[in-house]
């Protein structure tokens, strides 16, 4: 699938910081998820976004459907140390998901 | 079952060897899809399949690649005569129907040696 353009590639959080990461494409999705993967695992669906313009919540977490249908956001508020991990982004077009690059959230020491 | 589960978890091989990797989805889904996760290349889509078909093999690297499922449950994709450059995490990933949101296992680690 195609490459979406996910940054920052990689952040520093403290314990109770808020987090944002985006993700834009040149092409439109139906469906915007966001997934979290920690070593060796596989990715953990966090949200999913069905409409453009949705802006959806799981607890601190908050996403949203870019109006156009090229875009979205993942914010993370007040983050705890569990928090690090790889965030990808993913676009749903039909059945075929294209992923982000990955956002690596590392906690600062 | 509860999630999405693949097996074997782990596997190391010899270049040239086949390897069969498994992927039970999660209870009643419809659709099946197998990725490949490795450095520098992302998520990679390899083949989808509704039911026991696969419309989309378009992803499969080569045909070395296969897979199959069967009673629209249980896949297996299989590599033949595997080659270093097929190291890399196989994740599966099923979905109630068609299009709707997909759900991953924890993944096959290969390593060809």
């Known amino acids: 699938g195609q490459q979406l353009n996910q940054s920052p590639q990689s952040m520093f959080i403290q314990e109770g910081e808020d987090v944002s990461m985006n993700c834009t494409s040149s092409s439109i999705f139906n469906t915007w998820l966001w997934y979290k993967q920690d070593p060796g695992e596989g990715p953990v669906l966090l949200i999913a976004l069905y409409k453009a313009g949705e802006l959806t919540s799981n607890g601190r977490l908050t996403a949203q459907f870019g109006i156009t249908r090229k875009d979205s956001f993942l914010n993370i508020s007040a983050s705890i140390p569990s928090d690090v991990g790889i965030y990808f982004c993913?676009?749903?077009?039909?059945?075929?998901?294209?992923f982000g690059a990955g956002t690596t959230v590392t906690v600062r020491a | 079952g509860a999630g999405v589960s693949q097996s074997p978890s782990n596997k190391v091989t010899e270049k040239g060897k086949d390897v069969e990797l498994r992927c039970d989805p999660i209870s009643g889904h419809t659709a099946l899809y197998w990725y490949r996760q490795s450095l520098g290349q992302g998520l990679e889509f390899l083949i989808y399949?509704?039911?026991?078909?696969?419309?989309?093999k378009s992803g499969l690297p080569s045909d070395r690649f296969s897979a199959e499922r069967t009673g629209g449950s249980v896949s297996t994709l299989t590599i033949q005569r595997t080659q270093q450059e097929d190291s890399a995490v196989y994740l599966c990933?099923?979905?109630?129907?068609?299009?709707?949101?997909?759900?991953f296992g924890p993944g096959t680690r290969l390593l060809v040696l």
């Open positions: 399949f509704q039911g026991n078909s696969a419309p989309d």
């Open positions: 993913a676009g749903l077009y039909d059945y075929k998901l294209s």
């Open positions: 990933a099923s979905s109630l129907k068609y299009g709707e949101t997909q759900y």
